[in-house]
C-alpha cells in the first residue's frame, strides 16, 4: 500500500499535470488537514485513487452532514457537502480503505472561536468514542487500527508550546488502546527545519506537513 500523505501546505506543482510525474503505483490519498478540499478533489481524481481526511482547525465545518439516496443532508434538507467529492472524512470513525484501516480524530486544541477546534476535556471523550468503535469492529471483524490520522500530534511529541499549537493530551491514551502502526498528522510547519519520525510504544509518529510518499504495509 502506497500513499500520496498530505497536509496543511498547497504545493503548486501537484495541482497542476505535473501530479502525474508521483509514482504511478499509489492507492490512496491521504489528508491530514489544513489543505483547500479541491486540492484533495484534485489529487484523488487525477490520480485516479480513494481519499482519505480528517480537517484541520483552518478547513470548513463537515459536521451534521449525512448521505441519504445519493443526495447530501444536512438538518433533514438537501445540502451541499464542503468536503471533497469522493473524499471520505475519517473524523470520529472508523474506515476501512485499500486495504488499511484507519481511526480519525481531526481538529486542533481551541483557541478561538473558529471550527474544528476542541479543548483537551472534548476532544479526550471524542478519542474514548473512537476507541470504542474501533473494539467494536475488531471484536467484529478481528482487524486493528493500521492508521491513526490527526490534524494536530500528541502532546509533547512534536507540537509546540504556543496555544494554537499544542498537541492532544489524550493522544498518548489512544496510541497505547488502538496500537497503530502509525499515527500522521500535520498542523506543526517545520519552516525548514528537519522533522525527525518520534516512535510511541509499536507507533511511528510523523509529521506529514506538505506532501510524502509513503508505504503504509
Not at 459536521?63 to 438538518?75: A, F, V
Not at 470513525?93 to 486544541?109: E, T
Request: net charge neutral.
Amino acid at each position: 500500500m502506497k500513499a500520496l500523505v498530505v497536509a496543511d501546505e498547497v504545493e503548486e506543482r501537484l495541482w497542476t499535470s505535473a501530479v502525474h510525474s508521483q509514482p504511478a503505483d499509489l492507492d490512496l490519498v491521504i489528508g491530514a488537514g489544513d489543505l483547500p478540499y479541491a486540492y484533495l478533489e484534485f489529487l484523488a481524481s487525477a490520480l485516479d485513487v480513494p481519499c482519505v481526511f480528517v480537517p484541520g482547525n483552518h478547513d470548513p465545518d463537515l459536521s451534521g452532514y449525512t448521505r441519504y439516496g445519493g443526495l447530501s443532508m444536512k438538518d433533514g434538507f438537501p445540502a451541499e457537502w464542503p468536503g471533497p467529492a469522493g473524499g471520505v472524512n475519517a473524523d470520529g470513525r472508523i474506515v476501512d480503505i485499500g486495504g488499511l484501516r484507519f481511526a480519525g480524530l481531526g481538529g486542533s486544541v481551541r483557541y478561538n472561536d473558529g471550527p474544528n477546534q476542541w479543548t483537551q476535556r472534548r476532544q479526550a471523550r471524542r478519542a474514548r468514542r473512537l476507541v470504542r468503535r474501533a473494539r467494536f469492529r475488531r471484536w467484529r471483524d478481528g482487524r486493528d487500527v493500521d492508521v491513526l490520522l490527526t490534524h494536530a500530534p500528541p502532546r509533547h511529541c512534536g507540537d509546540r508550546e504556543d496555544p494554537p499549537h499544542r498537541g492532544f493530551d489524550c493522544l498518548h491514551r489512544t496510541i497505547e488502546s488502538l496500537r497503530p502502526k502509525w499515527l500522521l498528522h500535520g498542523h506543526i510547519h517545520p519552516h525548514g527545519e528537519p522533522v525527525p519520525d518520534r516512535v510511541i510504544g509499536g507507533t511511528t509518529v510523523r509529521n506529514v506537513v506538505g506532501h510524502r510518499i509513503m508505504e503504509l504495509l
